[in-house]
């Protein structure tokens, strides 16, 4: 078997740091006193509480439901009692709380009744709901649920790719579990193809990975279907999904596209092994396994129940004195942790632990001197030096025209600028202005439309008043020059007559209004009225459209 | 900080050391050739360079040290004493670094700012103001009665020994000078090319120079500090607008050769069309900047005011610049391949 393979632009070689943590045996879970496991673990709309505090929970028991079809499914990772259900620091770099159910655990670890489903009975779309329910979301990285992706919809995928790259520095945990659950990953691969009907199996996998490769090339041959286990060049970022896609097919994902434009689609080693795991032992996703490296004493991949804080994992691995600080991820694309008591969710590929040796301070930046390395190392071929000079300037039109959301945030410009600039810095900022722009552009559009829709209405009132006090003094008006006495001598009998006029005017007012104002009206009177009316509807039309907008907004 | 957390070991200043340390063989061919006079512009411009770079960096309120040590003053120094004349006075010396730092470089906005190259705004300014004395060439050594040593060489820069006689005695038309007056002259080329001052291809000991910054270019190709589009788009560019008038007249124009070896055209290839700052920075870009420089020159040295046209071909082509990279934008990943138009 053979495969032509392709190279994708750019890419950078940094040092790999696999083996110090490959090396040694998977550490077994361990079982925390508390486990809190945030609700926002996927991609799409955060999962909604379905206990209570005070509810006693069993290992694998649905916790959090999925809300929506982009969504997922938690699950208590051990038995024990709810105690909060509020916010909670959580991995991100921001700092900021979410939404955490609190478990404190029994230390039985009882499981909910489970068992294998019988995944070839079952309706497609059953199937792709039980997955959705029992939490299972992309484990490379972006956390996408995985029934979303397993849904092919209105394309034919043709071709499955499992992702086994794992190019970024120090993580080993795809090539640990390759080595190690390679059977199971490729049960996971055959519930995809069922899924999916894909005719053509790629498993792509690092050549730094000799015994992944091995492992998974042995499961291969033991399946009734044929997957093309391929060792592809170790490069960064060759395991990001549309690098991998270019090396094993010479195909490009349209820009704004996605890969199953194209009859792709692409899944990460850990997210079929968890597949695996569902279908054929019914246990949702409450562990994976992480990588604890960089400045502990002993380097290491752990089995890791969700809601696990991260420092139970760096003991296990040796906590050292020195650390700086604590990345999730790896050095090119990781995110520092605001503290050791995050727990792990199930984007928590690796725990990497800095020291001044392993990760010293970044040097003073340089002016951009423009030698364009970056362009050379970008792998979505940008311009990165442009794209920073329109950052930097703040001219975001310009950067988007020079397509700055195709930018995958990889970090392979920054990392070979010989001025030291922290690129993909400017990017994030970029973008994020350009969103905070686009919602303030909408919610003053909003604004806006209301203000001048008070306008018109309070400018209408104004207009209304006046015209009503306009006929009823010219009603008085025809009045008085239609009996000449009340403008004459003020007698006694005249001033009597226009009493009783003014009465009978009265009575006859009183009489128009009680049954409706719109009955036996003076013709002029009718056609102010329909006017009043035609100007009522073209409000409502108005009006119509930005109380829509607003309806539509989250 | 974010991510990423990690760097290549790489920095300005060793882009500019590896500049300098190709920059060396040219040097030493050029002692070789023309005499040690050179190392006395070299230092007189680099140390003027530092000063001018030092006071630059306070007055506008950067930090000096960092700046200073990325080198990039003492690149803009050297190249511009590599293409003044060999014994210009101190002057001219110290006037031109002092224009391409404080002028061209720092009230541009400093490094990473310049729109036009450095050490080429100062030598234009010289060549345009000093026209006299930028012909203070020396001769080659093996064509020179008494070549001059190191401290002779240094009180004729200075001034203490340039009387005309003693200039007369030790300088001699450049090859370029020697065609541009021939052709006045209404010699013909192979007529001009009997003169001793000619060697193989360029002019004699000049063709060795131009080798040396050759060999300095590939070594800087092979580190990927440049990329071959410049300089092969600016050597592409010499060769095809010299040998096109060359092929028609032969008597009249230079032949293709002759232009690719003088020591301008490849410092200028390697060196200073390859300035990342004012070049252009797309693939297709550089193409064109380059072959645009060497097209200029040819037609500055055939039509213009001056023997050679190096310098002000790279400034019109640095003037260029936004727009080419503007239109040759290429293609990003997964963008359909068709001709796109430039992004306003």
């Not at chain 1, 809190?36 to 694998?60: C, E, F, S, W």
């Not at chain 1, 956390?143 to 979303?148: L, R």
């Not at chain 1, 990889?410 to 001025?419: A, D, E, F, H």
């Not at chain 2, 002019?203 to 120079?209: A, C, K, N, R």
């Amino acid at each position: 078997m053979s495969r032509t393979l392709h190279t994708f632009k750019g890419g950078v070689h940094p040092p790999g740091h696999k083996t110090e943590s490959n090396s040694r045996p998977v550490h077994a879970a361990l079982l925390p006193n508390k486990l809190v496991i945030p609700m926002r673990q996927h991609m799409g709309n955060p999962a909604k509480p379905t206990v209570k505090v005070g509810d006693r929970v069993l290992k694998g028991q649905l916790i959090g439901e999925a809300d929506g079809y982009i969504s997922a499914a938690v699950h208590a990772s051990s038995s024990g009692i709810v105690t909060a259900i509020d916010l909670q620091q959580v991995p991100h770099v921001s700092g900021l709380p979410d939404l955490c159910i609190t478990i404190e655990t029994d230390g039985r670890d009882e499981w909910i009744d489970h068992g294998a489903l019988d995944y070839q009975a079952m309706a497609l779309s059953d199937l792709r709901m039980k997955l959705r329910d029992m939490g299972i979301a992309g484990l490379g990285g972006a956390v996408f649920p995985s029934a979303v992706k397993l849904d092919p919809g209105a394309h034919a995928i043709p071709t499955l790719i499992i992702n086994g790259g794992e190019c970024e520095p120090w993580i080993t945990c795809d090539d640990v579990l390759m080595r190690t659950h390679a059977e199971e990953i490729m049960q996971g691969v055959a519930v995809m193809r069922h899924l999916l009907g894909s005719t053509e199996i790629i498993v792509g996998i690092e050549e730094n990975k000799p015994e992944a490769i091995a492992a998974m090339k042995t499961a291969a041959t033991r399946l009734d279907f044929t997957v093309e286990v391929v060792a592809v060049p170790a490069i960064y970022p060759g395991g990001g999904a549309k690098q991998m896609i270019e090396t094993l097919t010479g195909k490009q994902v349209p820009s704004g596209k996605l890969s199953t434009d194209i009859g792709i689609q692409v899944f990460n080693v850990g997210t079929a092994h968890a597949l695996a795991r569902a279908v054929h032992h019914g246990e949702p996703l409450i562990s994976r396994l992480v990588t604890v490296t960089g400045h502990v004493l002993r380097p290491q991949n752990i089995v890791a129940l969700i809601g696990t804080p991260i420092h139970a994992l760096i003991e296990i691995a040796g906590d050292r004195d020195g650390a700086t600080g604590v990345l999730m991820g790896g050095p090119m694309m990781g995110v520092p942790m605001p503290g050791q008591d995050v727990p792990v969710i199930k984007a928590t590929n690796c725990l990497l632990v800095k020291s001044k040796d392993l990760f010293p301070p970044l040097p003073r930046a340089l002016p951009c001197i423009r030698c364009t390395r970056c362009a050379d190392a970008c792998p979505a071929e940008l311009q990165p030096q442009e794209l920073f000079r329109f950052a930097k300037a703040n001219e975001f039109g310009r950067a988007q025209e020079y397509h700055l959301f195709d930018c995958i945030e990889c970090g392979c410009c920054s990392y070979v600028c010989p001025s030291h600039i922290p690129l993909v810095d400017f990017y994030r900022y970029a973008k994020s202005e350009i969103w905070a722009r686009e919602k303030d552009k909408r919610a003053s559009d909003l604004a806006r439309e209301r203000h001048e829709f008070r306008q018109f209405r309070l400018e209408r009132e104004k207009k209304e008043k006046a015209e009503k006090l306009a006929a009823k003094a010219q009603a008085k008006r025809a009045e008085i020059t239609a009996d000449p006495t009340a403008s004459g001598a003020p007698d006694a009998d005249a001033k009597k007559a226009l009493i009783a006029a003014a009465l009978a005017r009265a009575q006859a007012k009183k009489a128009d209004i009680i049954p409706r104002n719109t009955d036996h009206l003076a013709p002029d009177t009718r056609h102010v009225i329909e006017e009043i009316e035609a100007r009522r509807a073209k409000i409502r039309e108005l009006a119509h459209q930005p109380l829509e907008t607003d309806e539509k907004k989250p | 900080m974010p991510a990423p957390f990690i760097l290549d070991r790489s920095s300005v200043t060793q882009v500019m050391a590896w500049v300098l340390m190709a920059l060396l063989p040219g040097i030493w061919v050029y002692v070789w050739i023309f005499g040690p006079g050179i190392l006395v512009t070299l230092s007189l411009a680099t140390a003027t360079a530092l000063a001018a770079e030092a006071a630059m960096l306070k007055a506008r309120g950067y930090p000096v040290k960092p700046f200073l040590t990325d080198l990039s003053a003492i690149v803009t120094a050297w190249l511009l004493a590599l293409s003044l004349p060999s014994l210009a006075p101190w002057w001219l010396i110290v006037t031109g670094t002092l224009f391409a730092i404080v002028v061209a470089k720092h009230l541009y906005g400093g490094l990473g700012q310049n729109i036009f190259n450095p050490a080429m705004v100062g030598y234009a300014v010289l060549i345009v103001s000093f026209p006299v004395q930028m012909t203070q060439w020396a001769g080659p050594v093996a064509l020179t009665e008494t070549p001059l040593t190191l401290a002779q060489s240094a009180s004729v820069i200075f001034g203490f020994d340039s009387t005309k006689a003693t200039l007369d005695a030790v300088t001699m038309a450049t090859p370029l000078d020697a065609l541009r007056t021939g052709l006045l002259q209404q010699l013909t080329v192979d007529e001009i090319m009997t003169h001793s001052i000619f060697g193989h291809y360029g002019g004699l000991g000049f063709e060795w120079l131009a080798a040396a910054f050759l060999l300095g270019g590939l070594l800087l190709w092979a580190l990927r500090i440049i990329s071959w589009q410049v300089p092969l788009a600016f050597l592409a560019g010499i060769w095809l607008a010299a040998g096109f008038l060359h092929f028609f007249d032969a008597g009249r124009f230079g032949a293709p050769w002759f232009h690719l070896f003088a020591p301008s055209v490849m410092l200028g290839a390697f060196f200073i069309a390859t300035d990342p700052v004012s070049g252009a920075t797309t693939p297709r870009g550089k193409l064109i900047f380059g072959f645009g420089a060497g097209l200029l020159t040819i037609i500055i040295r055939t039509w213009g005011g001056y023997p050679d046209g190096v310098a002000f071909a790279i400034l019109l082509m640095n003037l260029s610049v936004p727009l080419i990279d503007a239109w040759t934008q290429p293609r990003i990943y997964g963008e359909a391949r068709k001709t796109r138009e430039p992004p306003a």
